[in-house]
């Protein structure tokens, strides 16, 4: 082969190793109910929902020849809170956590149309406690770094999303997801915690400069 073919070839493969890469940012509203087991084992069942921010960034590329399966790597910073009280031992209890994440996830294109495209969206995430209080009738404790406390979740969501095109270069989009959270870790002896989500977001999607993806 001569070295003007490898040159172009060289060219194509960077060309296309290019071609439909993006990044994405999104923020929005997370409702978050939990169910909870103190160190004893003993579930709290008068805990309310409340409605925290949430906020994500990332990176998405198109894998397959027909540009519809598309793979995100990106990191979020969720908010999650309850509240609730037990008449019969008169007590009140507040929770008001965030999570800093690490996620993988994979987008399906459902259908299209006109200039909205629809798809269905599936992620997990590794996140950990970055600040975190518990408040029981008029005291207020510290959560991070507590070792009866689970400080790793895993995180399974699962949802869909609308996107329009907007200019050449970017999208907006709009997503609803369901979420169920898995302890990662937590001691023997330790309170237990798991959550279970809905997040309504808005975000926009950015072709990388020179990289050009159909919305």
């Not at 069942?45 to 397959?64: C, F, P, V, W």
């Not at 399974?156 to 369901?178: C, D, L, W």
Request: aromatic share 14%; net charge negative; glycine share 8%.
């Amino acid at each position: 082969m001569s070295k003007k073919n490898i040159v172009l070839t060289i060219a194509l493969l960077v060309s296309l190793s290019c071609f439909c890469q993006q990044l994405y940012f999104e923020f929005g509203t997370t409702v978050s109910s939990f169910d909870y087991e103190n160190s004893e084992g003993r579930p709290l069942d008068n805990l309310l929902s409340k409605s925290k921010t949430y906020y994500g960034m990332g990176y998405r590329q198109n894998i397959n020849a027909s540009k519809t399966l598309f793979l995100s790597l990106g990191a979020s910073y969720n908010n999650y809170g309850a509240i609730g009280s037990e008449a019969s031992v008169d007590n009140y209890f507040e929770w008001d956590v965030s999570y800093l994440g690490i996620k993988a996830g994979l987008g399906i294109k459902l259908f299209e149309l006109r200039d909205l495209t629809f798809l269905a969206n599936a992620s997990v995430a590794s996140e950990f406690l970055i600040r975190g209080t518990q408040t029981i009738n008029n005291d207020v404790f510290n959560l991070v770094g507590e070792e009866e406390f689970n400080n790793n979740i895993l995180f399974f969501r699962g949802g869909v999303e609308m996107q329009y095109p907007i200019s050449r270069s970017t999208a907006i989009f709009v997503a609803y997801n369901f979420g169920r959270s898995v302890l990662i870790s937590s001691g023997e002896n330790a309170e237990k915690l798991n959550l279970n989500t809905h997040q309504f977001g808005l975000g926009f999607i950015i072709n990388l400069p020179k990289c050009y993806c159909s919305y």
